[in-house]
C-alpha cells in the first residue's frame, strides 16, 4: 500500500515536472533572449529609462518645489500659534483688539501684521509689502545685505525680486495701490531661496508705520493679528480663549490657517506640474511608438526560431506569453535604470538650489509602473502577429518584407476619414461659435491621429521624391534609397515618432511667433503710442520730455496739456482726466491720425461702457474753467480713463491747465526691456507718475511667450531624443536583419565606408523626412492654435508668423541627430567579414 502511493506521489510529481516544463519554456526563452542579445532591446531600454527617468525628475523636482512653496507662503506664520484675521480697517481699532488678546491667559505676544500689494511704476509688476514684525521671532527669513526699513520711506526687496526689478541697495522705487503712491529706498535684500518658483510673487518688507503712521494713507488688504504662546496651553485651547476675546473676527490655529492659506496659492505650482506632466505623456507616446516598432522588427527576425518552436509543440498562447514576459523584462530594468536616474538628476537641481530632496515614493513607483505597462502594452500587436507565424515559417529564411505587406482598404481610408473629421471640426471652430477652442483643440487632436495613422501612405511618396535627388551621389546613395523604401510599415512607424515629435516643436514656434504678431497687432490698436508717463493729478516736471526723448531707443517725446474733468451723460458724473494734444504730439501717435476735431471728444471705449454711454451721443465735460458739450466718439488713442479734444477744447476747459502728460515714441526694433528699465529710471522719482503705453503691453506678452516657449521646447527635447534613438535602434536591427546582405554587397565590391555611407544616408533621408512632415504639421496646427487661442482672447486681428532660423534649426538638429545615429550600426555592419557573414544562416 505505501509502495503504491509512492509510486503514484512520483508519477504526480513528475507530471507536475513536466507541466511546468511545458508550461514555461516560453518564458525562460524570453529571458535568454534578452540576455543573449542584449543589444537588440538595448534602444527600448535606453527609450523606457529616459521616459520613465524624465517623469521622475519631473514629480520628484515638483515635490521639492511644492514643499518649498508652501513653507514660503506660510513662512510669516510659522512661529506662531494662533492666527486672527482682522475685518475692520480701524486703526485704532485694530491696536486696541492686539492688546486685549496679547492679555488673554496663555499669550506671550500678540502682534499686528499687515499685508497689501502694489504696482511698480515704470513696470508691470506687483510688489507684495508686509510690515516687518516688531517681534524678532516672526522674522521668518534674514538680511543678505543691508538693514531693515526704519521709517515710511524704506523697504526691504527679496533677493529675487530686486533682481527682476533690476534694483540695488539705495535705489528708489515707487509702488502705486488704489488708493496710494509711494516712493521708498531700498534699504537691503532678504534672502528668498533658489527655487525655481522664486519670483512667482515679488515680496518686500516695510516698516510698521508705514500702514500706521499718523499721517500715512497707505491701506492694509490683510491685517492679521499673529499670537504666539507662551507653552502652558495647546494651540486649539489657546485659540478657544482668543476667540473669546476676538469676537467675529477668524480665529484659527496656524495649521489651520497653513491649510487654508496653501490650499488657495498652489495653482501656480499645480500648472507647473501638469505642464511637466502632460510633456512626460508625450515622450511616453513617442517611446511607446519606437518600442512597437522594435517588437515589430524583432518578431520579422526571429521567424524562424517561433516557426521552430510552433513546430515542436508550442501554442499560440505560449508565444504571445514569452513576448510579453520579454516586454515586461525589459519594461522593469528600464523603468529601474530610469527611476535611478530621474531621482540622481532631482538631488541634483535640490543641490544646486540648496533644497532638501524630496522624493515622492507612492509618484516615483506609480511612473515606474507606468514604464512597464507601457512597455507590455507595446508589444500586444506584434505578440498577435508572432502567434499567427505559421510551424513552416521555420523552413524559411527570414523575410524581411513580410511586415511590409500592402495596407488594407480599412487602414489606407481609416486615416483620411479621421483627418477630415478633424479639418470639419477645425473648421467649425473657425465660424465663431460659443465652443470654438474646443472645436479647433479637439479637432487638432482628431487630425494629428489621423496624420500619424497615415504616415505609412505619404512617408514612402516623400522618401522617394527625395531619393530621386540623392540617387546620382552613388550605389550607396541609391541603395540607401530603396532600403528606406523596402518596408513602409517600419519607415512608417519609426518616422511617425519623429513627425510627433518634431511637429510639436515647430507647432510651438509658429504658435508663439505669430501670437507676438498677433498680439502686437492688436495692442498697436489698443495702445497707439508706444510710450505714456502721466500724473494722476497736476504737473510734471518741466524736463520730463526731453529726460524721455534722451532715453536710447525713443525716437522722440512730447508733452501734453491736461487736467483732471468732470463727464456727465452717462449714469453718474465721472471724474476722468482729460488731455489736450496738439499737432507736435500727434506725430507720437501712429501714422494716419488726423488731428483732433474741434467739434467731438475722443474717450476710452471701456469708459464709455462702465458710464453707460452710446457712442456718439452727446455728453458734458466740466473743467476748472467751463464747460463744452460736444458728442462723444469712442476712440483707443485715448488711455484708460481719460478723454481727448482738441488744444481749443482744452483751454476752454482750463485755461491753466499744465503738461501732464508725456507721449512717447519707439524706434523700430527697440529693446523693450532695456527701455523700460530705462522709463522706470526715469519716472521713479516722480511720486504718482504711471507708465504705460502698448510698449509695456507688448513686453507682458513677449515675455511670458518666451518663457513658455523656452520652457515647453526643452520639455519636447526629450521626445525628440527619444524619436531620434528610435532612428538608431531602427537601422541598428536593420543591420542585424540585413547582415547576409550586406556580407553580399561586400563581397560583390562595396567598401567598408560606402556601406557605412549607405546607413548615413538612410538615416539622413527617414529624419529629413520625417522633420519636413513634422515641420508642415507643426506649421499648420500652430496656426491652428493661434487662431482658437486668439479668438478666445478677442483679437480683432490674427497674423501670422515663422521663425525661418528656429525652424531650420529644428530640420537640421534632426537629421544631423540621425546621422550620429548611424554610426554604430554602419561601424558594426563595416566589421563583418563577407565570408563569415555569409555564412550565417
Not at 303 to 310: D, F, V
Not at 592 to 597: F, L, R, S, V
Not at 701 to 722: P, S
Request: proline share 4%.
Amino acid at each position: 500500500m505505501t509502495a503504491a502511493r509512492s509510486t503514484a506521489s512520483r508519477q504526480t510529481a513528475a507530471r507536475s515536472a513536466a507541466a511546468r516544463q511545458t508550461r514555461f519554456p516560453l518564458a525562460r526563452n524570453a529571458l535568454a533572449e534578452v540576455r543573449h542579445h542584449p543589444r537588440r532591446v538595448i534602444a527600448v531600454v535606453v527609450a523606457i529609462m529616459i521616459s520613465v527617468g524624465y517623469l521622475t525628475a519631473s514629480v520628484t523636482v515638483v515635490a521639492g518645489e511644492t514643499a518649498t512653496f508652501e513653507r514660503s507662503v506660510i513662512a510669516r506664520t510659522t512661529a506662531t500659534d494662533v492666527v486672527v484675521t482682522v475685518r475692520t480697517a480701524d486703526r485704532a481699532a485694530q491696536s486696541r483688539l492686539a492688546a486685549r488678546i496679547a492679555d488673554v491667559a496663555g499669550v506671550a505676544s500678540a502682534d499686528l501684521s499687515f499685508l497689501s500689494q502694489g504696482r511698480v511704476t515704470g513696470s508691470s509688476e506687483y510688489v507684495q509689502q508686509q510690515s516687518i514684525p516688531a517681534n524678532p521671532k516672526l522674522r521668518w527669513t534674514d538680511l543678505a545685505e543691508g538693514h531693515w526699513p526704519a521709517t515710511p520711506a524704506e523697504i526691504v526687496l527679496g533677493a529675487v525680486t530686486a533682481r527682476q526689478l533690476n534694483l540695488r541697495v539705495g535705489d528708489r522705487i515707487t509702488i502705486n495701490d488704489t488708493n496710494s503712491s509711494a516712493t521708498l529706498t531700498v534699504t537691503g535684500l532678504m534672502h528668498e531661496g533658489n527655487s525655481l518658483l522664486s519670483g512667482l510673487a515679488q515680496r518686500s518688507f516695510v516698516a510698521p508705520s508705514y500702514y500706521t503712521g499718523a499721517d500715512s494713507i497707505h491701506t492694509s488688504q490683510q491685517t492679521e493679528i499673529l499670537v504666539i504662546g507662551d507653552g502652558t496651553v495647546a494651540p486649539d485651547r489657546l485659540a478657544e480663549r482668543v476667540t473669546a476675546t476676538a469676537g467675529g473676527d477668524r480665529v484659527e490655529t496656524s495649521a489651520g490657517f497653513t491649510r487654508r492659506v496653501i490650499a488657495g496659492r498652489t495653482q501656480g505650482v499645480f500648472l507647473f506640474q501638469l505642464l511637466l506632466l502632460v510633456f512626460g505623456a508625450v515622450a511616453l507616446l513617442v517611446g511607446s511608438i519606437m518600442i512597437v516598432n522594435t517588437f515589430l522588427i524583432l518578431v520579422a527576425q526571429r521567424r524562424r526560431q517561433i516557426g521552430l518552436l510552433r513546430a515542436v509543440g508550442a501554442h499560440r498562447d505560449q508565444i504571445r506569453r514569452g513576448l510579453l514576459a520579454e516586454a515586461t523584462v525589459i519594461g522593469a530594468a528600464g523603468s529601474l535604470l530610469g527611476a535611478g536616474l530621474g531621482v540622481a538628476l532631482a538631488a541634483v537641481v535640490a543641490a544646486v538650489l540648496d533644497q532638501r530632496l524630496t522624493v515622492p515614493a507612492g509618484q516615483v513607483t506609480a511612473v515606474a509602473v507606468v514604464g512597464v505597462a507601457i512597455a507590455v502594452l507595446s508589444v500586444v500587436v506584434p505578440a498577435r502577429r508572432a502567434a499567427r507565424i505559421a510551424p513552416l515559417d521555420a523552413l524559411r529564411t527570414v523575410a524581411g518584407d513580410a511586415t511590409g505587406r500592402r495596407a488594407s482598404l480599412l487602414r489606407r481610408t481609416g486615416p483620411l476619414a479621421l483627418i477630415g473629421v478633424g479639418l470639419a471640426a477645425i473648421g467649425l471652430g473657425r465660424t465663431g461659435t460659443t465652443y470654438a477652442l474646443l472645436y479647433s483643440v479637439a479637432g487638432s487632436f482628431v487630425c494629428a491621429v489621423g496624420l500619424l495613422s497615415a504616415a505609412g501612405l505619404f512617408l514612402p511618396a516623400l522618401l522617394r521624391a527625395l531619393g530621386a535627388a540623392v540617387r546620382r551621389a552613388g550605389p550607396a546613395a541609391r541603395l540607401a534609397t530603396d532600403n528606406t523604401l523596402r518596408n513602409p510599415g517600419r519607415t512608417a512607424a519609426t518616422g511617425a515618432a519623429l513627425i510627433l515629435a518634431v511637429g510639436l516643436v515647430v507647432a510651438l514656434q509658429v504658435g508663439a511667433a505669430s501670437m507676438k504678431a498677433t498680439a502686437d497687432s492688436n495692442l498697436e490698436a489698443r495702445f497707439p503710442v508706444d510710450v505714456t508717463v502721466s500724473m494722476f493729478d497736476g504737473p510734471l516736471p518741466p524736463r520730463t520730455a526731453g529726460s524721455i526723448a534722451a532715453i536710447d531707443g525713443i525716437a522722440g517725446a512730447s508733452g501734453i496739456r491736461s487736467t483732471r474733468v468732470t463727464l456727465r451723460g452717462g449714469r453718474k458724473p465721472a471724474s476722468v482726466r482729460a488731455l489736450g494734444p496738439d499737432a507736435t504730439a500727434m506725430v507720437m501717435a501712429p501714422a494716419g491720425y488726423p488731428p483732433i476735431d474741434t467739434r467731438v471728444v475722443l474717450a476710452d471705449p471701456y469708459l464709455l461702457t462702465d458710464a453707460g454711454i452710446r457712442n456718439g451721443t452727446p455728453v458734458t465735460v466740466t473743467g476748472r474753467s467751463g464747460s463744452v458739450t460736444l458728442p462723444v466718439r469712442a476712440d483707443h488713442l485715448a488711455p484708460a480713463d481719460t478723454l481727448i479734444v482738441a488744444p481749443g477744447v482744452l483751454s476752454a476747459l482750463d485755461g491753466a491747465a499744465p503738461v501732464g502728460t508725456v507721449w512717447a515714441r519707439a524706434r523700430p526694433g527697440a529693446d523693450i526691456t532695456e527701455l523700460r528699465s530705462q522709463l522706470r529710471t526715469v519716472a521713479e522719482p516722480l511720486t504718482g507718475a504711471e507708465v504705460g503705453g502698448g510698449l509695456s503691453a507688448k513686453l507682458v506678452y513677449h515675455t511670458a511667450l518666451d518663457r513658455l516657449l523656452a520652457l515647453t521646447t526643452t520639455l519636447l527635447a526629450v521626445a525628440v531624443l527619444i524619436a531620434l534613438v528610435g532612428v538608431g535602434n531602427t537601422l541598428g536591427l536593420s543591420v542585424l536583419e540585413r547582415t547576409r546582405e550586406s556580407a553580399l554587397l561586400r563581397a560583390l565590391g562595396l567598401q567598408r565606408r560606402q556601406l557605412r555611407g549607405m546607413l548615413a544616408a538612410e538615416a539622413a533621408l527617414l529624419s529629413f523626412a520625417g522633420a519636413m512632415a513634422g515641420i508642415a504639421a507643426g506649421t499648420f496646427f500652430g496656426w491652428v492654435g493661434t487662431h482658437a487661442v486668439s479668438g478666445e482672447l478677442n483679437f480683432e486681428t490674427v497674423r501670422f508668423a515663422m521663425s525661418v532660423p528656429q525652424t531650420l534649426g529644428v530640420a537640421m538638429v534632426a537629421v544631423t541627430a540621425g546621422v550620429v545615429a548611424s554610426v554604430l550600426p554602419g561601424r558594426r555592419a563595416a566589421r563583418a567579414m563577407p565570408v563569415d557573414a555569409l555564412a550565417e544562416t
